[in-house]
């Protein structure tokens, strides 16, 4: 069993490139739980150019006969759901729950939603235009799939956040190579094992291990990147893509603020905060990273987090039931948290639950509540991911409006007050990609809505009609019947053809009319 140094050191080995093999470690116990290759440049070429050969069929294949396979799957996963939940919890380290609700019940989900509605998003568009010169031509707009899809995921969520962008990808007709995180490559294993079980051809959907370098080598090959990971490395992929000039999707960071008026259900904001803070052991792009409590109310809302954090249950997975929060997943990740309470307190903050790494086997932070936090702590400002939920005193809503836009991202957020109007009019103000009235991060679960990041917390969305559109690239296809008599683009040019051009461009355009 490795010790908290022994899983740090190796992490860090295996992202500068140190090694050849992964070992996969449980971070909830410290065991080696299995050994994974790493892809390198020419094994990942390989694997995007059968991709490339095998693509026009399955595209060939049609939407019908597309969505049949995501939906066997869709049982698969249901059926084998525990072997699901082991490779996961084994990997991450996260409760049971957790894995279940956030990573199985969504991909079930998905593979349903995406198999039924590829189809209605994708739609041949029949479009009329206002031009007179397209007059008697039929105009259309098809989506056609892109080719070959990477897809590169963080270790937060090996299933939602890696294989959950495959399906959109798969659903339109590309071909699919995903390059999981080198901390938690097992779940996606099994999502392969997973669809040769339903049928889908041969090569349609690989998966490449690795770290950083084998993350490289899919963005140099595959014709388009959909990338979810912290803002650094999305940066990196977004300047290689655009040296290819292929397009790219980015999920990145978030710094989520929610906001507690003075008239709000204190015990349903309370709730709302400890869950989206604790759930996953805080390691969600849209935990509740922040809270800004309007002053009148500060105290009450603190007593109640307090105690619902005290009685959180913390530890390995026993199976269903044992522990609300789990381990923190990605040894660094670890420190960071560390430094964060450091620095709170070192600037007058105080916590009043937890702010500690728990001694023994196995990599845990105390669910941890830090009260009269200030902006100028990391805390506010730095993306934690862990099981920490500081909490702000302020003025007024002005001032939490502000405090919360005071961020480098903008990718989810909330507000707590019972004046639905007054909550929404705020939600309008905040520069998120998604704002929640007395509910956090729930707009997840509903893929017809747009998700995705403002400012740098990303490019592009997941789900809704723009989430299965990206994988695909709009052709307009203009069919003319047949010549009329007087075309107007015909050569020669002469004097009075112009004329008339000119009569007829007063006539529509020169009353100053609408028309
Ligand atoms: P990360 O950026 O370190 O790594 C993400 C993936 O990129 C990994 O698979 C990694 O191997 C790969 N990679 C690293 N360097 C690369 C490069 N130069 N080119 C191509 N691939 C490369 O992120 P992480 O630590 O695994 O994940 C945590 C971050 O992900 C957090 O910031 C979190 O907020 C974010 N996240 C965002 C969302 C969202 O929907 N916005 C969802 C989950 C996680």
Known sequence: MASVEQQGAEAAAVAQGAVTAIPVVNPATGEVVATV?????????????????????????????????????????????????????????????????????????????????????????????????VKGRRLAVRWRPLGVVGVIGPWNYPLTNSFGDCIPALAAGNAVVLKPSEITPLTSLVMRECMEACGLPPDVFAVATGAADTGRAVVDEVDMVMFTGSTRTGRQVA???AERLIPCSLELGGKDPMIVLRDADLERAANVAVFYAMQNGGQTCIAVERVYVEAPVHDEFVAKVRDKVVALRQGPSGGPGTAEVGAVTFPPQLDVIER??????????????????????????EPTVIDDATQEMAVMTEETFGPTLPIMKVRDAEEAIRLANDS???????????DLARGEAIARRLRSGAVCVNDAAINYVALELPMGGAKQSGLGQRHGAGGIRKYCEPQTIVVSRGFPRRDMHMFPYTARGTKRVVAVLKLLYGRGRRR
């Open 37 to 133: 290759p790493r892809a390198g440049a020419d094994e990942v070429r390989e694997i995007v150019e059968r991709a490339r050969r095998v693509q026009p069929g399955w595209e060939a294949l049609g939407f019908q006969e597309r969505g049949r396979i995501l939906l066997r799957a869709q049982k698969w996963v249901i059926d084998q759901r525990e072997r699901i939940i082991d490779a996961i919890v084994s990997e991450t380290g996260k409760t049971y729950e957790d894995a279940l609700a956030a990573e199985v019940a969504y991909a079930a989900h998905a593979l349903g939603f995406w198999a039924r509605s590829a189809p209605r998003y994708l739609a041949d568009e029949r479009v009329r235009s206002s031009s007179m010169l």
């Open 239 to 241: 300047i290689r893509a």
């Open 340 to 365: 964060q309470v450091a620095d709170a307190i070192a600037k007058g903050a105080r916590v009043l639950v937890g702010g500690r790494r728990r001694e023994g086997s196995g990599m845990f932070f």
């Open 408 to 418: 480098i991202y903008g990718l989810g957020g909330s507000v707590f007050t019972k």
